[in-house]
């Protein structure tokens, strides 16, 4: 199945091939979120449990994916081939603390709200949250099908969908922990459910933007790639992992880190 996939993906645009396969990574955000249809109120041991699997997916993903292709197309050595690499990660983790203190947001527990003070109702401020730091996703996936189309080596179709997938899984409970705490807050199931999928919505507009400046200016993939890596690594410092910690479910959720950790991993390697 997975190679009748890549055929699918290596016939057409490499562009289009970005856009389609962050649809499907928003697919699976909605499919979490949906779960509120179901469920009022899910259990806070598993929601921790999930969360730190999301938060092992993006680590294995920002080296696996991301850091190792972007130090290996680099040139030279020692010092100079990981430069761009140390650079564009450094930039991507900078841009989203910039991002979280200057766009308003609210994290998942409703008690810590960030950024500049605004009148926006707190639903608003989380659904910010989430889709800020679904940016990373989407322009991974898209700066990866970008070097496909540059004809870049180190940059292939089987890696760029093997990521995709790995953003899909953990996006599953991203869905759902935006969507259940506005169920609990009181707000129809139907209303949650489409602030829970909308968070995910950039993440095609990040992919085409990623594959685009790419393909128009290929010398900056290493610095892209390491760009998306810091940016996701400091979503799962500042935003994952804290959270997981709020419920003294530190155990839980540190299986669920190594989990997810090891599935990624697994997934790059053996299918990348």
């Known amino acids: 199945m997975f190679d009748s996939i890549l055929s699918y993906f290596e016939s057409i645009?490499?562009?289009?091939?970005?856009?389609?396969?962050?649809?499907?990574?928003?697919?699976?955000?909605?499919?979490?979120?949906?779960?509120?249809?179901?469920?009022?109120?899910?259990?806070?041991?598993?929601?921790?449990?999930?969360?730190g699997f999301?938060?092992?997916v993006m680590v294995a993903a920002s080296y696996?994916?991301?850091?190792?292709?972007?130090?290996?197309?680099?040139?030279?050595?020692?010092?100079?081939?990981?430069?761009p690499a140390a650079v564009g990660f450094a930039l991507g983790a900078f841009f989203l603390f910039g991002m979280d203190k200057l766009l308003p947001h609210m994290h998942i527990n409703f008690q810590t709200a960030e950024g500049k003070k605004s009148p926006w109702q707190r639903t608003t401020l989380l659904v910010l949250a989430i889709t800020l730091h679904n940016?990373?996703?989407?322009?991974?996936?898209?700066?990866?099908?970008?070097?496909?189309?540059a004809g870049i080596p180190e940059a292939s179709i089987a890696g760029a969908?093997?990521?995709?997938?790995?953003?899909?899984?953990?996006?599953?409970?991203?869905?759902?922990?935006?969507?259940?705490?506005l169920r609990r807050m009181g707000m129809s199931r139907t209303k949650s459910f489409l602030y829970g999928?909308?968070?995910?919505?950039?993440?095609?507009?990040a992919a085409v933007v990623g594959a685009l400046a790419v393909t128009f200016f290929t010398p900056i993939l290493p610095y892209a790639l390491a760009f998306a890596a810091g940016a996701m690594?400091?979503?799962?410092?500042?935003?994952?992992?804290?959270?997981?910690?709020q419920e003294n479910?530190?155990?839980?959720?540190?299986?669920?880190?190594?989990?997810?950790?090891?599935?990624?991993?697994?997934?790059?390697?053996?299918?990348g």
């Open 54 to 56: 999301t938060g092992g």
């Open 197 to 205: 999928q909308s968070s995910a919505l950039v993440e095609p507009v």
């Open 13 to 51: 645009d490499p562009i289009l091939a970005a856009f389609l396969a962050t649809v499907f990574t928003w697919g699976l955000t909605a499919l979490g979120a949906s779960v509120v249809f179901l469920f009022k109120n899910m259990n806070r041991t598993l929601l921790d449990g999930m969360l």
């Open 161 to 181: 969908v093997t990521l995709a997938i790995g953003i899909g899984i953990q996006n599953f409970p991203e869905g759902i922990a935006v969507s259940m705490p």
């Open 64 to 83: 696996w994916s991301l850091l190792a292709p972007a130090i290996e197309m680099s040139e030279g050595d020692g010092f100079l081939k990981v430069m």
């Open 135 to 149: 940016i990373p996703e989407g322009l991974a996936v898209g700066v990866l099908f970008g070097g496909v189309a």
């Open 233 to 245: 690594i400091f979503v799962v410092v500042e935003e994952v992992i804290p959270e997981t910690q």
């Open 249 to 271: 479910n530190t155990d839980i959720a540190t299986l669920g880190f190594i989990g997810g950790f090891i599935v990624m991993m697994t997934l790059d390697v053996a299918l």
